[in-house]
DNA sequence: TATGAATGAGTGTTCATTCAT
DNA sequence: CATGAATGAACACTCATTCAT
């Protein structure tokens, strides 16, 4: 049931943002009343807040568990493919995550500090490109700059692939990644 | 007139986003009344619309008379230093900028199809990227994703300095981005 | 158990009013669930009905017994001093009965109609200075209106009383009350 | 407007209380929209605190006026008389009043303390009664306990004669209260 | 019979939009 | 043309009541 309401928040909250979108028709989606929505999550907000957290720590999660170990240029390999495939997965969680990334994480409930969580998943991740840097495998170059390069570009390019924009395969975004960040991060000579 | 008003907007919009932005308060800023802003834009939509517009059509032409007749290496340089200035100077509308991607230009009017015209600015600018493949300097990648990739890590880690998540200077957003671009991107025998 | 949800009913009407009272916090005051509650009681409206009710002719027998059979004078002694008493010990419907009588009971059940009741329980009890005033005893005055005095004058310093606004003794209270009244009423010479 | 609103408010809150009254129905009322009614009272709270406030004042007003520099045994004829006619004039606010009494003032609004406003009220006019026990005409009692004994006595009186409960006519009820209490309070030798 | 999850009607409040002055 | 008061549609949220278990 809090499954069901979390599923139907996901996908109108994805069509119709936060604002647009009306408990009603959440409600209806679910199959469920609006009071019952109620009896789950103290208000909208709440709802909304809890459909992103959900997602971001599976995504999270994901990407964690993929990168664990790795040596640096593979972990970059791995997070790429992880990325992408999460986002193919999650079309509707994508649409959300790419409004939220613009109105950085506006929305932030008191159980769960969205903006906060974005800081440490980059900090963290950006660990990768140290390690590569210590390594001198990579460039020297700001870690979390790097890393916010390659998600950028990945959700830029995917989100208009996933948009109809472009006609590309999800496979040609990850290659295209790939070849242009880790040529361009590899510390030649 | 119509430029306070347009200025204004921007500023509301930009602190506020479309929905919690009130029209009495851009009215407030502007020195006008409710009315008048109602004599200039049918709506509240239309009035956001032309605010994009306005400031996308700047940034176009920016960025087309900076680029226009560089050679492809240059002009991606060309490029990058054009947009980063921008968004530099123009940090509110960098705000609104960053929603309606999110959004996929959701708010689209009549006058002014926003998505349609990204989606040209994308394949006109994707041209320049094509141009240097076709010479051979750069290696053989989807222009258009090429080009989405650059703009994305572009915009996303200059989103993440403006909103003081990273402490870097825009001039290293630069050599950051071109670093890693240029080289990924070059054709290396 | 009737009993325990007329008693945790009593309790919180009294404390929020008819309209912010929860049923679900009387049930969980009387340890029972919602839906017990609503096999004994039609409604909210019953249920409030119902706790009045109940009190009303507690009060009213408790008063109709000490005043069965005494004289007039004596009588009225008696009700004043049972009326405080029990008011005394019932703090909590005191607050409801206040309420109410401000709304004039308005809150009529098809079982028990308050306003109704509350006529005859006046027309009843002036009885006692119709009595007294037949016997020469009292004054000729309109004996409803008597008795309405006697009785707002006490429910009134009473309720003040009650809520810590002046600082009186409940014992005073009679007194200054019968002082007043009794003297006022008899018919000298 | 304001006053058409006040009015509007002043009858609907009279007929149905604060809680069945409907913001909907006071703006038909009034004949204004709901939206104007929110221009001049922040909410239905305020409204009703409003209501209240203006009257309140009105009334303190006449009955200070009337009291002011009467020796202690008029002043009181002339308070009963005042209070009187005032409610007789303003049945709606009378109903309101026996409302918020019986509800100790719950609604108290960050302008106007309601509870507070009465507890001075009484305690200015009971001077009234103290003036007259220091002179040695009345007899030595609390002095605000026989105020509320006076005003108790007066509303309840009068308030089951404005719902028709009692037949007796304002006059009567004056002389009623006036020829009880002022006897039962002179001091006599 | 008891439970308490589910229901959904009902309403205060906001604010884009209009239009009389 | 400019104003800003007036409008009223729209929606989140509550809670008395129901009913499957």
Known sequence: MKDRILEAAEKVFSEKGFYDAKISKIAELANVSVGTIYRFYRSKEELYGEVIKKKLLEMEKE???????????????????????FFSRERDFFEIFMMELGSSFIIDTERFNLSEWYRNYVRKLSRVVERGTEEGIFKKLNPEGVFLLISGALANIDYFRLKGFIDVKPEEVKELVLEVVLTGLLNRK
Chains 1, 2, 3, 4 share one sequence.
């Open 63 to 85: 990407v964690e568990e993929a990168v664990e170990g790795k040596e640096p240029l593979e972990a970059i390999k791995v997070y790429v493919n992880t990325v992408v495939d």
